[in-house]
């Protein structure tokens, strides 16, 4: 079983550049999720959808977009890299239905932004 | 705003048990989720609560009290393989968003 798959696992770029983080799941999960993580930080939700068509940002989504065109996949965009975007990413997917439905993450990209 | 605060590292012995402690301030909840992350790994399920009480799950425990906004994780038995970091996370709404404390980094000594 893939699970949620991310690439790359690792980048780096150029101040100023764009990529796409590919985020993509096999488990009919409606719920996906883009988090960030800091050193000695705890996950920071950038953006998250409840199913194909429709996104939401999160609590620090600037600097990014996503799309949601599948249920199977999440893109995640950056559109001119900057510094403070070095970091972990994570995708993650969960089901619907009730609260205590765990969510499963991707093995992460690291990105470093020189 | 949102708070949730964890030690950020603890160490414990071989074969003891260890309590991780997890308090939150949110303007809602709708359940507490505990993950491991080993590092340079993604986080992986541990435990939820919604109910005041202690969920045992063999030899890890969550423990919550929603009045005292608190929260705990045991680990008995403890294996090398635990040294990681444990992540506290509260679910605020229907949509199942969360909110993540920075984690516990749990080292194990022989």
């Known amino acids: 079983n893939a699970g949620v798959t991310q690439t790359p696992k690792f980048r780096i770029l150029k101040i100023g550049q764009s990529m796409t983080l590919q985020c993509t799941q096999d488990?009919?999960?409606?719920?996906m999720y883009w988090y960030r993580q800091d050193p000695g930080m705890g996950l920071k939700l950038i953006y998250y959808s409840v199913g194909a068509g429709i996104t939401d940002k999160g609590e620090v989504p600037n600097g990014y977009n996503v799309s949601r065109s599948t249920t199977e996949d999440f893109p995640l965009r950056l559109e001119l890299a900057a510094p403070s975007q070095t970091s972990v990413y994570f995708c993650a997917s969960s089901r619907p239905g009730s609260s205590n439905q765990p969510q499963h993450f991707g093995d992460g990209t690291r990105l470093s932004i020189l | 705003g949102q708070n949730i605060d964890q030690p950020t590292e603890m160490t414990a012995t071989e074969g003891a048990i260890v309590q991780i402690n997890c308090t939150y301030q949110t303007s809602g909840f709708n359940g507490l989720f505990w993950y491991q992350q080993h590092a340079g790994e993604a986080p992986t399920f541990l435990s939820y609560n919604v109910l005041d009480g202690l969920e045992e799950k063999g030899r890890f425990s969550s423990f919550l009290s929603r009045s005292k906004g608190y929260s705990y994780l045991l680990l008995k038995e403890l294996q090398m393989k635990d040294s990681a970091s444990y992540l506290c996370a509260v679910s605020l709404d229907s949509n199942y968003q969360l909110i993540w404390g920075a984690g516990t980094k749990l080292i194990i000594k022989p």
């Open positions: 488990m009919n999960h409606n719920y």
